[in-house]
């Protein structure tokens, strides 16, 4: 087995070290960015508790009490009860792992998607570039909203056709960025190099551009989370997201529109949460785009 | 400047005795131009007597259509329409009716005996549908004209409930305007012989009704019989309830049927009155595909029964109260107010460890998720159910979930819905039917029958069905209709929960609304305070 020359294990060590340097750099101009820490904390907030939902939550978020509809606020029910008496804190912190949930996996799926088509109409142009382009072009001239509802009005409603929904209508945001960026990125020499040492197109694009191509994407997927989650929200409130008895945050909105004028607190609490969440994500997306931006 | 001192208390002493004498309101029943109602949805399909299917046509009909005959809400005696006077033979086969002389349709083509016999033998042709069952279906043979305004409809079998049925959904189509807008005729085009004419009809939304300036035959059991007071009335469908008493809160709407939560607030505000109807029809109940496993097993309905709690439902604040645990099938009011004790008897009472045991002794038992299990297969049961049940239906799967039987709600518009339960595509569903007489069962639960979408066939069952139709005297007919619930209730054929009210709030100007003894209103009387 023949070890890798001197010289060349100390500069990839190097580079390494620079590495680690600029992500420190990175995260300490990040830690000053006032706004940022705050989405930050609320957003590891409501991760916890998301994840701790089972055992901090004072009652089953789907177990019915009648008799106890409409409760308002109290020692027993600090956020009231809706109108089937279920527990609106308990629906609210198990809410939190489907919205958090769903909007992880809409960035992910529609990320990967997204920088996969972006990449390669990027990367070959041509008549490639066209086709994906095109496409990407007819998917954007629908709102995003409307795009969805006519996938859920073909895959039927749930949860996860709405998942599926709304990942399909978050990829054209992806694909743009990462074509306009591979583009730009191509002509660099380091591609070249890699180009001139054999390395085959999937190598160059993986290896080599991906890790140029990541840093806007992942400012974009940041706010994409938001955006999956309000959609979702929304869906959901029209009936064709979570279905009942699944404790969504717009699914409660939807069922407790009804009793607004006698129970405040059945809307008003589960439109908070949704709020909270994503202006914290929204913040720590604001302050990752500050951060990675070199104009700023 | 004396006699102006001199002269305002006395003018102050008149205003005041005026107000103090007159309420502070004029009292006047004036004309005017357009009474607003809101109503939870508009319906849907057409205004054609033939085809029309959803409840709110017979609500409308009310207002641009005449009955025959008309039964008195408050004796529920049939009362003369745009029959003056009738004959019914001995068994009830044969019945003459003599007509009004004087009764015109929307298009100024006369009412007459051609135009009775062209209506029913038009219902009888298509051989489905309301019409065709409140016509007596099969029994119906055919319609004689006698002289111009003498007819004579006969039947192949006796046939008691015909004048009830007559009173409430069978209007009169004109025969030239069927005839002039062929496939149109009931979507864009309605022409009757009532006081309101159909301007506008767009289904799921709102009807808009012109009033008829010819109209002087309105029947004796209204205040009027001549032109009504106003000259326009829109009734328009909105979903939520919320948003029903926004709009008469805002003074959008004069007349809002209101969700039974927002009775209270209602009522506690001076500026609105409440009027709480019975609903005539069937109860608020669950009804079952028998064509389908595991519904078509009598322990698993039976056990689905038991693991309703009624009680809870009316007290639930989709109801707050202002509803009744459901007895029987049908709703006091077709009963008479009350039920006999073999009806009570016979109720299946919340009782969750008696669904447990009936459902283990079908064999489906208790599987790790929570949810009960046969053969490796769970306890699933596909619920339909149009978009305004959504709060009715989600206590009843959590109910259920808890005995161990998972509900699949499917929610659909209300004609997707019609079209499921028409095409047998469910296992269970929730719906109620409005109308009036102890026959309503016989349509919706008879072998044969034309809303007897549950594949329901059972010959005992149809024996009381028969009886109710065919008995000569009120006391049997009534024992008949006792019994088929009775035996409905112990084979669980469905479900009874909540017997409902026609909640309605309006402003405290409105006058006059009108019940018929199908609850559903009549606006054609309604004056208007200033």
Redesign the interface.
Known sequence: MSQPPLESTLHSSAIQSARVRVALALIKRFLRHRSATVGVTILLILIILAVAAPAIAPFDPLKQNLRQGLAPPSAEHPLGTDEFGRDILSRILYGARISLRVGVMVVLLSGTIGVLLGMVAGYYEGRIDTIISRAVDILLAFPSLLLAIAVITILGPSLINALFAIAIAQVPRYARVTRGVTLSQKQRDYVDAARALGGSPPRIMFIHLLPNVIGPVVVLASLGVATAILTTASLSFLGLGAQPPEPEWGAMLSTGRSYMRQAWWITLFPGLAIMITVLAINLFGDGLRDVLDPKT | MRTHRAIKPLLRTIVVSALLITGGTSIAQEEYDLLRVVLNNAGTGNLDVVTARHTKATLYARMFGDFLVNIDPNDLTVQPGLATEWTVNDDATVYTFTLRQDVTFHDGTPFSAEAVKFNFDRIAEAKAGAGYAALGAARYADTTVLDEFTVQVTFHETYVQFLNQLGLRLWFDSPTAVAQHGEDYGTLVVVSTGPYKVVEWVANDHVLLERNEDYTWGPDIYKIQGLPYARQIEIRGIR???TR?AALESGQADIVMI?E??VA?LEADPRFRVELEPKAGTVRQLQFNLRRAPIDDLNVRLAIAHAI?RE??V????YSGAANVAIGILGRKNMGGDFPQAVHDAQLHYDPERAAELLEASGWIMGSSGIREKDGEPLTIEMIFP?AA??E???I???L?EVGIDVD?V?LQTQAWFDAEEAGNFDMTIGSNSGTGLNLMNRIYQSGGTNNWWGLSDATLDGYFDTIESALTAEERYQAAVDAQVHMLENAYAVPLVDVFYPFAMRNEVNDVFYPAFSWPSFYQVWISN
């Open positions: 939520e309830f919320a008493r969700g939560s927002d607030g709690d809870g439902l007290a639930a604040p989709r978009s959504l709060s239906v989600q206590p799967q959590a109910m979930s709600l929610e």
